[in-house]
């Protein structure tokens, strides 16, 4: 039952992703850019085979250019107010941007406003950030990465439409197959090996664990012991994999049995004791801090939740600035971009 479960999680995690990046078509490319935008074009030659930044040229007047127009600057919108940027450039002794998972992270903190802005837009908050936080020459040499990035999440979109087409036609195990090949291929194809491996090499290589994993698992030619035997033999192989699995499936088990606990009326004593067993003392003084921490946070939630319903009975409509004032005076940093996004999932 586990294993036919977490198939199911898995095939349906598939289709969700293709639904988003179906959508993802339709944002990067279904809406009308700016009139003007404030940061440079960039070209550059062969972009996909080179991270040579000394390759991408941008017209002189650009570099110098020292401020965006202020209408491009007061478009940021409310969802990035009060945040601060997730990921960070890290520069080489030639000053220029290094491609590293935390540059990947800071495309994807200003790319989360996708569907509430245009992309050229969001490409203009990217620039300003990076030409005030670093320099004009990193922003425009940064500026040439995320370009890249954007073009290959559009590809990827596109291409894992055509894979939605055969979704039915084939096993959970060849969808993953399909899938993986796909992301690997389109990875390298647009960003090119480097970038793609600093991006996504560690997920790469986690996701055909996972897969071999799965075809061991739903391979009906073994019998148990055989089953059991590559099983192990795998987890020889990716022993770190092996062991962040293990952990995974540990913490379901327990997350299942205190619930249960709970239902039958277990007291923060009864919990505490039952944690401890699974993972030590340590770890359930964590897990109880933890959850303080989350009694704490539905609090806040329920008093803004409350305090939001009478703004709203008031009159004021959804884009009132009191209510970015009353989100703002319960919550903070990445707190209001969770917030935003329980409110447009209508769970607030």
Request: charge should be negative; glycine fraction near 4%; charged fraction near 25%.
């Given at each position: 039952?586990e294993r036919n479960s977490g198939i199911f999680r898995i095939s349906s995690l598939i289709a969700l992703s293709v639904i988003i990046t179906g959508t993802s078509i339709y944002l990067l490319y279904g809406q009308q850019p700016d009139a003007q935008q404030a940061s440079p074009e960039v070209t550059f030659t062969n972009p996909a085979l080179t991270s040579d930044v000394s390759l991408w040229q941008t017209p002189e007047q650009d570099i110098e250019d020292n401020s965006l127009p202020a209408e491009a600057i007061t478009s940021a919108k409310l969802s990035l107010r009060g945040t601060t940027p997730d990921g960070e450039l890290v520069l080489n002794a030639a000053g220029l941007p290094i491609i590293t998972p935390s ?246």
């Amino acid at each position: 039952m586990e294993r036919n479960s977490g198939i199911f999680r898995i095939s349906s995690l598939i289709a969700l992703s293709v639904i988003i990046t179906g959508t993802s078509i339709y944002l990067l490319y279904g809406q009308q850019p700016d009139a003007q935008q404030a940061s440079p074009e960039v070209t550059f030659t062969n972009p996909a085979l080179t991270s040579d930044v000394s390759l991408w040229q941008t017209p002189e007047q650009d570099i110098e250019d020292n401020s965006l127009p202020a209408e491009a600057i007061t478009s940021a919108k409310l969802s990035l107010r009060g945040t601060t940027p997730d990921g960070e450039l890290v520069l080489n002794a030639a000053g220029l941007p290094i491609i590293t998972p935390s540059m990947r992270r800071l495309f994807e903190y200003y790319l989360a406003t996708l569907g509430e802005q245009p992309v050229s837009a969001i490409r203009d908050q990217f620039y300003n950030y990076v030409k005030e936080q670093y320099s004009p020459r990193v922003a425009v040499a940064s500026l040439a990465y995320f370009d890249r990035y954007v073009s290959y999440k559009v590809h990827l979109a596109e291409q894992q439409l055509e894979l939605a087409e055969m979704f039915s036609a084939l096993s959970i195990t060849e969808l993953l197959q399909q899938r993986m090949e796909l992301l690997s291929r389109t990875r390298t194809a647009e960003l090119g090996p480097e970038m793609a491996e600093a991006f996504f090499g560690e997920e790469e290589r986690y996701d055909r664990f996972i897969l071999s994993k799965t075809t061991i698992e739903r391979d009906q030619s073994l019998t148990e012991e055989q089953r059991q035997q590559k099983l192990n033999e795998l987890a020889r192989a990716w022993p770190e994999y092996a062991e962040q699995q293990s952990l995974s499936v540990q913490q379901k088990v327990l997350k299942e049995q205190v619930t249960k606990a709970r239902a039958n009326g277990a007291s923060d004593t009864d919990i505490y004791e039952l944690r401890s067993v699974a993972f030590g003392y340590e770890a359930a003084e964590r897990l109880s801090a933890l959850d303080n921490q989350r009694d704490q946070w539905q609090q806040r939630l329920n008093e803004y939740s409350q305090q939001k319903q009478i703004l709203l009975a008031a009159g004021l409509g959804s884009q009132d600035t009191s209510l970015d004032e009353l989100r703002t005076s319960h919550f903070s940093g990445s707190e209001i971009k969770l917030v935003q996004a329980l409110e447009k999932l209508q769970r607030l």
